[in-house]
């Protein structure tokens, strides 16, 4: 690592017009992930043409990558306080962020998603300054066999996300499954599911579903639970977290971190994964695993930090072997194509100021988004005091254009109006939105990823196992599934044994009576 050029992508961020390009881009960030719908990658593919007649291409770059990481913290702030997850990584953070902002703490809940982000970003940007290119080259083993396996165990876990029951969860994540191969088969062409409609040739939007399920389907629940009832506005304190709620969050937003940054630098992992597994770890080394999903602190700080290391590591592929890791990290590939900048191995040493400026600009941003997004709680709070009759409309809005938005089609609003229906079925029933949702994101990469590896291995399906990466994610997945059943074995076994020991202690006492 050459700490020179380093130093000098700090003189290169701290001239005035890269700082006004990092704020705004970090603002607009954060306007977008408020937003449901437009997210990051279709405000960056919006604004190349602003790229393309830039005058500083470093400047552009840096509020292209500010627009990326800003609206992960965005999408907090719908998830917390609308139970709409902005982002398709804040999904996670719906299920406690929500249920502090009922209990009234939403200004905790946001403060703590402020802080996690900040240390998971700054946290993923040592190790993307310190081991990015150690990093690529380990993810370059990664193939189509490697990413089945991942996006496999990633579909276990969604089970353990459920809050009831777990074949309800298993039930929802199948259905979640079904959706993803609704659309035109991408190897063969072929119609799936889609009974004739020329709307459905593309599949179904994440957007879509995920603003029916969330968002329709808890203003119909809240307006049912809520109608005839006198609206009380939710109590608003605590905006900064107090000693032991930051004292409770430390050891999720580590191990959040960590996770992120690993899982981010995956092409096809990303921060949507991130959060996932890094929810279901906490929620694995939990004592109480029964208070996530009712407001568990843990259940806000771990995802959050994750989802922002995540969006940080996930510059390590694009700036070193230049390859996209998402959606928006291609727009920003495209960013640096049309500024004639090709990403690589060789941006390094050809161009020491715009690698570095990029790299070192995130330090700042990360630290304007919390500079900024602290003292914003207490706005975004007020929120809560609108009654539900004014709330309802508003949020209805929210999605109807967050969703028209997308694709400018009437017909995914009709769809979203479908989707609400059945999130307020599955509220009133019992069964948990959120593993259809993530399945749903994971089903495209994980049945691509298998029939690009099957027709790798001739339709040898041994290969998985034979491969020591993706082998080694299948044992973790193995894992995953005996780990519930080897728990249950030992309470059956420990029962008798506690029954006989009772019966033990209890035969002296009634002789002692006779």
Not at 127 to 144: I, K, R, S
Not at 471 to 484: N, R, S
Request: aromatic share 8%; with cysteine; glycine share 12%.
């Amino acid at each position: 690592m050459d700490f020179s050029a380093f130093l000098d992508g700090f003189g290169v961020v701290t001239q005035p017009g890269n700082l006004v390009y990092c704020l705004i881009g970090v603002v607009v960030g954060m306007l977008i992930g408020v937003l449901p719908g437009l997210g990051p990658a279709a405000t960056m593919a919006i604004l190349l043409p602003i790229v393309y007649s830039a005058h500083d291409p470093v400047a552009a770059i840096i509020m292209l990558a500010g627009i990326y990481y800003g609206a992960q913290y965005g999408g907090t702030i719908t998830s917390v306080l609308l139970r709409i997850p902005g982002e398709a990584s804040s999904v996670v953070t719906v299920f406690d962020g929500f249920a502090l902002a009922k209990q009234g703490k939403a200004g905790t809940a946001l403060g703590i998603a402020a802080i996690g982000s900040f240390i998971g970003a700054t946290i993923s940007i040592i190790g993307l300054t310190l081991l990015g290119p150690l990093v690529a080259e380990f993810a370059l083993d990664f193939g189509p066999p490697e990413y089945a396996a991942l996006a496999l165990l990633g579909v276990l876990l969604v089970a353990t996300i459920g809050n009831g029951n777990t074949v309800k969860a298993l039930a929802a994540a199948a259905i979640g499954l079904l959706l993803a191969t609704v659309g035109s088969d991408s190897f063969t062409s072929a119609d799936r599911f889609t009974f004739g409609s020329l709307n459905l040739e593309d599949g179904i939007d994440f957007v879509v579903v995920a603003m029916g399920l969330f968002g329709v389907g808890e203003i119909l629940y809240n307006l049912e639970e809520r109608h005839g009832k006198p609206h009380v506005p939710a109590a608003i304190a605590n905006i900064w977290p107090s000693r032991k709620e930051l004292k409770e969050a430390g050891p999720a937003i580590g191990r959040g971190s960590v996770i992120g940054f690993v899982l981010g630098v995956l092409p096809g992992g990303g921060a949507v994964m991130a959060s996932l597994a890094a929810y279901a770890a906490e929620k694995r080394v939990a004592k109480d695993p029964s208070r996530f999903g009712r407001g568990a602190i843990e259940g806000v700080a771990s995802p959050e930090s994750a989802n922002n290391a995540a969006a940080t590591s996930s510059f390590i592929p694009l700036l070193t072997i230049g390859i996209p890791a998402n959606a928006s990290m291609a727009m920003l590939y495209a960013a640096l194509l049309v500024v004639g900048v090709t990403p690589g191995p060789q941006l390094i040493d050809e161009r020491p100021d715009l690698f570095w400026g990029v790299v070192n600009s995130m330090y700042i941003g990360n630290l304007i988004l919390l500079l900024l997004s602290i003292p914003l709680v207490g706005i975004f709070v007020r929120i809560l005091r609108v009654r539900p009759a004014i709330l309802a409309p508003i949020t209805a809005l929210i999605t109807i254009l967050g969703v028209y938005t997308i694709r400018n089609s009437v017909f995914d609003i009709f769809l979203m109006i479908v989707f609400g229906v059945i999130g307020y079925l599955m509220k009133k029933t019992g069964f948990e939105p959120g593993p259809m949702v993530l399945a749903f994101v994971l089903g495209s990469l994980i049945e691509s990823s298998f029939r690009r590896s099957m027709l790798i291995f001739d339709g040898d399906a041994t290969g998985f196992v034979t491969r020591p990466i993706s082998g080694t994610i299948l044992a973790f997945v193995v894992l995953v599934i005996a780990f519930p059943l080897i728990k249950r074995a030992f309470r059956r076994r420990s029962t008798p044994a506690t029954a006989e020991a009772a019966a033990s202690e209890d035969a002296p006492r009634e002789d002692s009576l006779r």
